[in-house]
């Protein structure tokens, strides 16, 4: 008897430590619900034991089908107790439990009662459980009462059934439409809330009528709305308005900017906020209309409250990208929020201050950055790192200073994100502003004397090596570049002594001193060292002596590896020593891996019978062992390029076919992979019939039957063509599918004797000038376009007719060359008026071409383009002009 | 949408947790960020003192309340002031519902009522706690309230 009692003095003491749900176990739970069935309801005891499984419910814990059924037929039983508060957790746990549909049955009818009970409360949350776990076929039965219930004169349950409608617009829109009227009415009611959910359902409801729209912000800007969170909406529905109807505003002042201009003096710190907002967003924003919504925002710049100060910040940091003019009012108060508590403020004020400071006050700012930067997170620095950078580009003249900062904390503690961030920043300083070069050198060179990173060692060795040879005093950098190979691991020993040579490359002054340090890396204990120390001094030649090196030893050294790694990796990996060596030409250039449409068979091999290679090749390279594999493909040649898969057949016909071409100099090759979706059937000897009576340069050459084809194991035949070498004929193939069919028995599996010949009709393939080409990326597309030179350069414009809008016709002429767009410029922005796009491929015959695309639009979306090709051979720069011209 | 209430004790252990329209998969994410969220700003920070941070498209409210630690979640329209409303009535409800700050163990205590306050907060269904108080005790709000 004691027990009870002292337990109840532990509790006491430490509060803290001991939870009342200590050691809870479901299956206890379980048995202690069983007090649900009790003839006499104890409701307090009840209520605990729903909270016990409320708790369970939260922790993650899942019961199963039939301990859910057990628990949730229990809770029915419940409805009979009058007691308030064990009927609202009988509500809340209902919609935990979430039942399935065979179980809702059992409940509804209680429900139901307590929809159309006169206790408005039980009305409230019986509608709100009832929308929660219904289910469409229900939903009609109870509509009627759902109406009635949004006008209701009680606002808990007109609140209770306006946001089971919002809820209920994801799963059956088209019974939440039907009561429109009603909700028309409940958003002039007196009641805030309600007023604040009927808004939100009715815009939900029409928010693809824009007309609709117009008309409900029409009436509402002009009435009064009482909640403040009403207001928000209408704020946002206004600009929505706004955004919609930009086009007409070039006459004059923008339709309902007096209504945001005006909420800007609301009581309500969330309505200001929003206006503010909404202001700063609309498209093309003038000074003007501006300045108000900046002037409250920076009074919330110096609230108490961090909220406000964290969303007025960003507000102005979003503004400071656009109107960094307009915002420099704010730069005072913007300044004393550097040191706020909160650190996603005071980065995002720095930032802000970093867009909008001008070039006298980079110095001052760059000193308060100092001390703010030893207290906030990585993440953070790397945000002020990328906006000092890009502020350096704006103000080159600053770069000395900006440059210090960098290579200050650049010898600070820091993660490698953190420090990767400054490295490229000053990589790029380098790059872009001439005058930095030197000292930005210096500043890497100190830093690998101390680097942990060997990835930055190394990259950082690499850049040396392209740019340090080009500067006044060459010598100077020798000394941090050997220190690596008496101080490093293996990986960056290697990358010095690759440097090393680059500098021995270019200066030929130094040649002989080079000469002597890479002697000396022939002794490391590395093997990959050693090797590129063997590797450079020959081909620098070994005497050392002041020569000029040979423009073909440069590229070896300078050159990039125009091929992709993971291709080079993978050739590696199927290259079999034999007499013949590796040839790096063999490599495919094409980056993009394929993934082929087909199902893999589950499980299921094919029976024998010597049939095709297993499983279909996932990539190009297996593409190109599965051709050299069929003896009569061999004397093709080297495969070109092999297109993605393209679906001749519907989605879940009898037989699945899809076909890659595969484009050789002389030849193509149509691999049809074939499925044959039905258990009962067994294809044999299947062929493709092809015609090309449109496709006049092409004569069928050969054709692999597939000998046998089971139910869903995926199988090729083959058929090719010859077509005139190195020409890029185009024609279009129409295809039939012929097999002999054996029916199957399901039991057995066996096949029987006799087939029946049949045919089956597939859609039509084309073969189209972008085949012949492969998609190829360039990282830096203007070297490329510089170094590749004007001789075999063609202009020509071209007028692409009228097109929905730009984007449309870009797509368009990329996916007829077939080419690989580069720097993202395959991406438009929305309405604008001209576009440039820059393309890289390689053209059939190993020719590297480059193409710059110029759109415009005009008034009636008539796109005009002018089209720039350079390439390695003019005549494949005309090819790609008859292209176009032809598209 | 509000996407996620998540209320934690101070050893990041999950006392409560609120899900709107986020695929189960990624609540485990939620968890561990907001989770982590807390462990590295809510040391010594002051009761109720509100904090703020915003993670790709989303934005989070978190606050300490007594022993418990609050996180919300949202996108779009809830954003940091709206979602700042909510922390208001989620803290001020808990508050009323324990009767003052709640160290862990208050809070467990009355558990059963959390869960119908935060059942009639919902996705901002109700605003006010004596509203919410008396909502979930089932009675009508008063009228002066309405």
Redesign the interface.
């Known amino acids: 008897m004691a027990q009870p009692y002292l337990k109840k003095d532990d ?1 006491h003491d430490d ?7 200590l050691g809870i176990e479901k299956g206890a739970v379980l048995q202690e619900a069983r007090v649900f069935n009790d003839p006499q309801l104890d409701p307090r005891r009840c ?2 034991v ?2 016990k499984l ?2 369970l419910l ?2 993650g814990e899942t019961f199963t089908k039939v301990e859910a059924t057990e628990v949730f037929f229990a809770v029915t039983k419940l409805f009979q107790s009058r007691d ?2 064990l ?3 009988v ?2 746990i209902i ?1 935990e439990l979430s039942p399935s549909a065979d179980e809702v049955i059992i409940v509804t009818s209680s429900l139901m009662k307590d929809m159309t009970s006169k ?4 009305r409230a ?1 019986a509608i709100r459980v009832l929308c929660r776990i219904t289910d469409g076929t229900l939903l009609t039965q109870i509509e009627r009462y759902l109406k009635q219930a949004i006008v209701d004169k ?3 349950v007109a ?2 059934a306006l ?1 089971s409608g ?1 809820h209920l617009l994801q799963t059956n829109p088209e019974i939440v439409k039907r009561w429109s009227n009603e909700v028309q009415e409940a958003v002039q009611s ?2 805030a ?1 309600v007023q604040f ?1 009927a808004l939100a359902l009715l815009h939900q409801i029409r928010q693809n009528d824009r007309l609709a729209v117009n008309k409900l912000v029409s009436s509402l800007t002009r009435g009064s709305v009482r909640s403040p ?1 009403a207001q ?2 209408l704020i ?1 529905y206004t600009s929505q308005v706004i955004r919609e109807s930009a086009s007409n505003t070039q006459t004059g002042d923008r339709p309902f900017y007096d209504f945001l201009e005006g909420c800007l003096r609301h009581k309500a ?2 309505v200001i ?2 206006a503010a907002r909404a202001i700063t967003e609309l498209n093309g924003v003038t000074n003007r209309e501006l300045t108000p919504a900046i002037t409250v925002l920076q009074l919330f710049l110096s609230s108490t ?4 100060r ?2 007025a910040v ?1 507000t102005l940091n979003k503004v400071a990208m656009t109107h960094p003019i307009a915002v420099t009012n704010c730069n005072i108060d913007m300044e004393s929020l550097i040191s706020d508590q ?1 650190r ?1 403020i005071a980065t995002l004020a720095i930032t802000t201050l970093l867009k909008t400071g001008n070039e006298s006050s980079v110095d001052r700012l760059m000193k308060q950055i100092t001390t703010f930067m030893s207290d906030i ?1 990585d993440e953070f620095k790397i945000v002020v790192i990328e906006a000092i950078r890009s502020l350096c580009l704006k103000f080159p003249l600053k770069h000395r200073s900006l440059m210090n900062f960098l290579s200050n904390i650049l010898r600070e503690e820091g993660g490698f994100e953190y420090k990767k961030a400054i490295v490229d920043s000053i990589v790029i300083l380098i790059r872009d502003i001439p005058e930095a070069k030197e000292s930005g050198l210096l500043h890497l060179c100190e830093f690998i004397e101390d680097c942990e990173f060997t990835y930055l060692s190394t990259q950082i060795l690499h850049f040396l090596g392209i740019e340090g040879p080009k500067t006044s005093d060459p010598s100077k950098y020798i000394r941090y570049i050997y220190n690596r190979v008496h101080l490093e691991n293996a990986t960056v020993r290697a990358g010095a002594v690759s440097t090393l040579a680059k500098f021995g490359a270019m200066v030929d002054s130094l040649k002989p001193r080079i000469f002597v340090l890479l002697r000396r890396c022939l002794f490391d204990t590395d093997d990959e060292v050693r090797d590129r120390a063997t590797l450079y001094l020959n081909t620098l030649g070994t005497d050392g002596a002041v020569v000029e090196t040979g423009e073909d030893v440069k590229e070896f050294l300078f050159g990039s590896l125009d091929i992709p790694l993971v291709n080079l990796e993978r050739s590696l990996k199927n290259y079999e020593p034999s007499e013949e060596s590796f040839d790096i030409n063999s490599v495919p250039k094409e980056v993009k891996i394929q993934p082929l449409a087909e199902k893999k068979a589950p499980g299921k091999k094919p029976t024998g019978l010597g049939g095709p290679p297993p499983g279909p090749p996932s990539t190009i390279d297996a593409y190109e062992k599965l051709l050299s594999s069929i003896p009569e493909f061999t004397n093709f040649g080297k495969l070109f390029k092999s297109s993605a898969p393209v679906e001749l057949t519907e989605a879940e016909t009898e037989y699945a076919v899809s076909v890659v071409k595969h484009i050789f100099d002389g030849h193509v090759v149509f691999q049809y992979n074939c499925t044959n979706t039905i258990p009962e059937q067994l294809l044999e000897n299947v062929t493709v019939i092809v015609d090309a009576s449109e496709a006049e340069e092409f004569a069928e050459v050969a054709s692999k039957p597939l000998r046998s084809l089971p139910y869903d194991s995926p199988g090729q035949t083959f058929v090719a063509f010859e077509k005139p070498e190195g020409v890029p004929a185009v024609g279009k193939f129409s295809n039939m599918l012929r097999f002999i069919v054996k029916e199957v028995d399901p039991s057995t599996g066996e096949a029987e004797d006799d087939g029946v010949e049949d045919e089956y009709q597939l859609e039509e393939l084309e073969v189209v000038a972008a085949d012949y080409m492969l998609k190829v990326g360039v990282s830096n597309f203007r070297n490329a376009w510089e170094s590749m030179g004007p001789d075999c350069e063609r202009v020509d414009e071209y007028g692409l007719g009228p097109r929905e809008n730009l984007a449309e016709a870009v797509n368009a002429v990329i996916n007829l060359l077939g080419m690989q767009p580069c720097e993202g410029t395959e991406v438009v922005p929305s309405n604008s008026r001209s576009h440039t796009c820059l393309l890289s491929g390689v053209y059939i015959g190993n020719v590297k071409v480059l193409v710059r695309l110029q759109f415009g639009i005009d008034g009636p979306k008539d796109v005009a383009m002018k089209l720039a090709v350079r390439s390695e051979d003019e005549a494949v720069s005309d090819v790609i002009h008859e292209i176009v011209a032809s598209g | 949408m509000l996407l996620t209430i998540l209320i934690s004790n101070f050893a990041g252990h999950i006392l409560l947790e609120r899900f709107n329209g986020v695929p189960s998969e990624e609540r485990l994410h939620w968890r561990t960020v907001l989770v982590k969220l807390g462990a590295d700003n809510l040391k010594g920070a002051r009761n109720e003192e509100l904090f703020v941070s915003s993670q790709k498209s989303v934005h989070i409210v978190f606050t300490m309340l007594g022993g418990v630690c609050i996180y919300i979640v949202g996108k779009d329209e809830y954003d940091e002031l709206a979602l700042t409303e909510v922390m208001f009535v989620i803290t001020s409800s808990i508050k009323d519902a324990c009767g003052k700050s709640p160290s862990e163990r208050l809070f467990l205590d009355k558990y059963g009522k959390i869960c119908l306050c935060l059942d009639e907060i919902g996705i901002l269904e109700n605003t006010e706690k004596d509203r919410i108080r008396r909502l979930i005790g089932l009675k009508p709000p008063n009228p002066t309230e309405i």
């Open positions: 509790d509060e803290a430590d001991y939870s009342p749900f209520s605990q729903i909270t409320l708790y939260n922790q308030l508060g009927r609202r957790m509500y809340v919609k206790t408005d409360m039980y949350n009680n606002p808990v609140s209770a946001v919002i007196r009641a809330l959910h969170l928000c909406l946002r710190e969330m906020f929003e409250k961090p909220v406000l964290f969303a960003r909160n996603s997170a």
